[in-house]
DNA sequence: CGCAATATATCAGGTGATAGATAGGCGATT
DNA sequence: AATCGCCTATCTATCACCTGATATATTGCG
């Protein structure tokens, strides 16, 4: 089976984003990724932006996918978060890159519009989803409280992690993490 | 009173890759920022990752003199530990950017390996100033993971906040995290 | 003088983006 | 069945501009 241009594009911008960041993606590295020319990006990609709006929203879509499928038969909010854990540790791991939204929200002060509101996007959906998974038990403020804490916890873990260059400071922060949010210390 | 030229130099290069990373730097930005010609700038800095590495070298010394300046007469864990959420908060909210490390970080894979290093120095000393900070009652192994945590919270909490335009999120967060330091719940 | 700091001028290469040509497939018309 | 027009996807060629970096000249001060 043959993959469509668009979905070799975004895999090659995907793997060169997650690396460098926004500005360490150019057409032509893509279009040489890709065996075409740059300007047949652009047919596909008139514009920068499109090209990196689209990518976050695939992000996004693979990401609660995996997300959802993982959590099917999870009842208790406990394998919800250890779930949600394992992804994050997986992009980091096997991707052996960051988070997209993750460096794409540190440069969110240099980045189009549209692009920095697809970030925030998949942002918010992380900090509800969360928000949903800890125990119904527990007020809603607070569990977005704790939502917000975790999500940016393990931003900031892999983050870390990445740039020592050391995958084991995710696991050692992440799962210190886990154990800490209040509603499983009942 | 003047102001040195590569004080000015440092000044505008913090201001602008706090914001939008390394490669929204330019010589030739910094040269009309401070009003002589990029080749000047490369009278100061040969290379750009010489700059960088100043850039962050005083980055991190003002950083831990404001820490230390701080935190003279605090003797509890808690009054430190308050200090340090503090001045990432005015890194924040003051400079209205994020920690320059944190965004360098983000970027590491793509960055000079000098840089790289530079960075990871800042990391590792305030992974160390947490971990010296926290109760001394408490195991050394324990208190460096709380450290990292803290670290990697308050790294995401500052991207998330400024991503999402909310600088009132890395509060909810950063408060959040201090009360668990799991040191404090004597 | 001699040195520190600046300037002029230029280089090779990369950047996002656009205009216009070409090829091939596919359905509709003849 | 053959042809035509259209559409998708690619190509070639080029634009103006920005990038880090260098060689060389000039300035001004102690």
């Not at 949903?132 to 870390?160: C, D, F, I, N």
């Not at 922060?173 to 009942?186: D, G, H, K």
Request: proline share 4%.
């Amino acid at each position: 089976m043959t993959t469509s241009t668009t979905t070799r594009l975004l895999d090659a911008a995907e793997f060169r984003m997650r690396r460098g960041g926004y500005n360490a993606v150019s057409f032509r590295d893509l279009a040489s990724d890709t065996n075409i020319k740059s300007s047949s990006v652009h047919y596909h990609y008139p514009r920068k932006e499109d090209l990196a709006v689209a990518l976050i929203q695939r992000y996004r879509e693979q990401f609660f996918e995996a997300l959802d499928k993982n959590t099917r038969s999870a009842n208790e909010a406990e394998s919800k978060l250890r779930a949600f854990r394992l992804l994050y540790r997986k992009a980091l791991i096997k991707d052996g890159a960051l988070c997209l939204c993750g460096l794409l929200g540190a440069e969110a002060a240099g980045l189009p519009p549209s692009v920095r509101d697809a970030v925030n996007g998949f942002f918010a959906a992380n900090i509800e989803w969360v928000s949903e998974a800890l125990p119904a038990s527990m007020p809603m403020a607070e569990r977005r409280k704790a939502a917000r804490r975790l999500v940016a916890t393990y931003q900031g873990g892999m983050m870390l992690a990445k740039s020592m260059d050391d995958p084991k400071l995710f696991d050692a922060i992440a799962t210190t993490a886990i154990e800490q949010s209040p509603a499983l210390n009942r």
